[in-house]
């Protein structure tokens, strides 16, 4: 579908119909405006908030537009020009006046009250923005945006000639999954070594996202740009030492059990030391779970699990389809990954992934529908920084999904691979704890040394890469590969600090699916849609607490989780 030909949510009252909101003059015409609007009343500021929310959407819609054609085809010269040509004019022109914007609007409401409860989440990021915006940064910035579109590009541009054919790194993956073991290393290693061809064009880009960040947090007063990110990313609720209590505690608690897995995997397999191409496959050389075989299936079989699970989340799939939101199959110059994207004006989601026909797919598309179901929640919230979340929660609408969902996955298996499914998720959940405090812990030593070198950041990777459960894995003769395995993790180069979210939702998941468990789904589900319908209206510890469950990562919390996990995957091992 022509995503610019969506119906927008309601009818507009500011923006004029056919403005061309990828051209800067019509765009700072539209934000002068409100910026020389004189108010005169708590009404005409309401009046006036509801105008700004409305032209955000709107010049969000552009953009996301833009954003989703580009990773759809990455190869497309004019997509890529198209974007890149507004990530270079349309946010370096906005971002002072909307500074001016919220320094109005904070004036604004000394003169004229609103809801305190209402508006307190909105006033504390005015403050946090204005406390950061710095003229200088906004050419900076925009510098780095282009250095990630780039990072997608090369990437996105990755092929392997394997097997007789051309094919993309998360084709590849299916490999993985085979029970020939050295069918699985020749992809393991072709995957490998393609990726090596660009690491040093990789940690390029990477050095000068580096230097800009820096730049950037410095340019703010702040002496690290960790503390710069934090505030950028309004984590009001948590600190790094917060972050690096989750790291002690996932080494204490997540990386035995990881261990136990991974060894046990090892006996079952009959193996002296397990290779990295060993991690993936069925351990009792089952063929791999080929739930479907085309994009088509993967949907008609979710659109199953969804009508099982919530007749609401089944219309609201449904009619994604419909709309042509969903773009699902793996090809040739398409960016990599899996995203969900709000159509903010429409407020529609629009979800992106690599579906290559494995059980990873479903969890994906289970993942990404968690993130839709939760901007359709909260879409009828009229100001447009309450239609989405702190990523902490935004993440629990993702992981609980995949839980909640995993529980109908026979829409796709018999019985015995459901068992199987269920596992291996599992098991991939224990991984991501463990990995997701690699990454971050990673990104803390990243920043911690702004003059490091690049063999100094080969051997903080190595050693961290060891800690959290890499040392379970026999890489003999693979070191350069594990120098820069790093380099797959897209969010170190494009969202730096944004990946503890995981670590922290998925324990806020897992609460959601013990919920489940013990108080039945229906309770736990309606929780969950509780939580979800507050989008970001509310500070990040009440959005836990709506949905039934604890913003905690302390043992306290993480301990009988672990215990539950453990439980379970003994029951289905």
């Keep these: 579908m022509d995503l610019t030909q969506l119906t927008p949510y309601q009818t507009r009252s500011f923006v004029p119909d056919g403005a061309d909101l990828t051209d800067q003059a019509t765009v700072l015409e539209l934000y002068g405006q409100l910026e020389k609007k004189e108010i005169g009343s708590a009404q005409e500021l309401e009046q006036w908030l509801l105008q700004r929310s409305e032209l955000d959407a709107a010049l969000s819609q552009a953009g996301s537009i833009l954003y989703i054609r580009m990773t759809c085809q990455t190869d497309d010269p004019a997509r890529a020009a198209a ?3 507004f990530v270079q004019t349309i946010p370096p022109a906005v971002e002072p006046i909307n500074d001016r914007l919220n320094r109005k609007y904070l004036e604004a409401r000394k003169l004229f009250p609103l809801n305190p409860h209402r508006y307190e989440v909105y006033d504390r990021a005015a403050r946090t923005s204005i406390e950061l915006f710095v003229e200088k940064n906004v050419p900076l910035q925009t510098k780095v945006a282009l250095l990630s579109q780039e990072y997608q590009t090369v990437i996105g541009g990755m092929t392997v000639n394997f097997e007789g054919s051309e094919q993309t790194l998360p084709q590849m993956g299916k490999y993985l999954l085979e029970t020939d073991r050295s069918l699985r290393e020749r992809a393991w290693k072709a995957t490998a070594e393609r990726r090596l061809k660009d690491r040093d064009k990789l940690e390029e880009l990477f050095d000068k996202m580096f230097e800009l960040r820096n730049e950037i947090g410095s340019n703010a007063g702040f002496s690290c740009f960790t503390d710069y990110q934090f505030k950028a990313y309004q984590r009001f609720d948590y600190t790094p030492a917060d972050c690096k209590k989750y790291h002690q505690t996932v080494e204490k608690l997540v990386v035995p059990l990881n261990g136990k897995i991974l060894s046990k995997r090892k006996e079952q397999m009959k193996l002296t030391s397990l290779r990295p191409w060993d991690t993936a496959v069925d351990p009792l050389g089952q063929k791999p779970l080929a739930p479907f075989k085309e994009a088509g299936d993967l949907v008609r079989g979710t659109g199953a699990i969804f009508n099982k699970l919530d007749p609401d989340f089944a219309g609201q799939f449904q009619e994604m389809e419909k709309l042509g939101l969903l773009d699902l ?9 899996g995203y969900q994207n709000t159509l ?16 990873d797919d479903v969890r994906t598309l289970l993942h990404e529908s968690g993130h839709a179901f939760h901007a359709l929640a909260c879409a009828h919230d009229p100001i447009l920084d309450y239609r989405h979340g702190p990523m902490e929660f935004c993440e629990v609408a993702s992981m609980a999904m995949e839980l909640l969902g995993g529980e109908h996955i026979g829409e796709f298996y018999d019985n015995a691979d459901v068992r199987r499914s269920n596992r291996e998720h599992l098991e991939g959940i224990i991984h991501v704890l463990a990995w997701v405090a690699n990454i971050d812990a990673f990104q803390h030593w990243l920043y911690e040394h702004p003059q490091h070198s690049r063999n100094e950041r080969r051997a903080a990777w190595n050693e961290l890469y060891d800690r959290f459960g890499g040392k379970f894995i026999d890489y003999s003769g693979l070191d350069e590969v594990k120098n820069y395995l790093w380099h797959r993790q897209l969010h170190i180069f494009e969202l730096p600090f944004y990946y503890i979210e995981y670590g922290i939702a998925q324990l806020g998941a897992l ?3 013990r919920n489940a468990r013990r108080m039945g ?13 507050l989008g970001g209206s509310r500070p990040v510890k009440e959005l836990y607490q709506a949905a039934g469950i604890s913003f905690d990562f302390s043992d306290d919390i993480i301990k009988p989780l672990i215990e539950t996990a453990t439980q379970e995957w003994e029951m289905l091992s």
């Design 83 to 85: 974007y890149a040509q």
């Design 329 to 337: 199959a793996s090809r040739k110059g398409k960016a990599p990954g």
């Design 344 to 359: 903010c004006e429409a407020r529609k989601p629009f979800i992106f992934m690599n579906a290559v026909g494995i059980d």
């Design 511 to 513: 609460q959601v699916w």
């Design 521 to 533: 789904t229906a309770k736990a589900l309606a929780d969950y849609k509780r939580g979800l319908s």
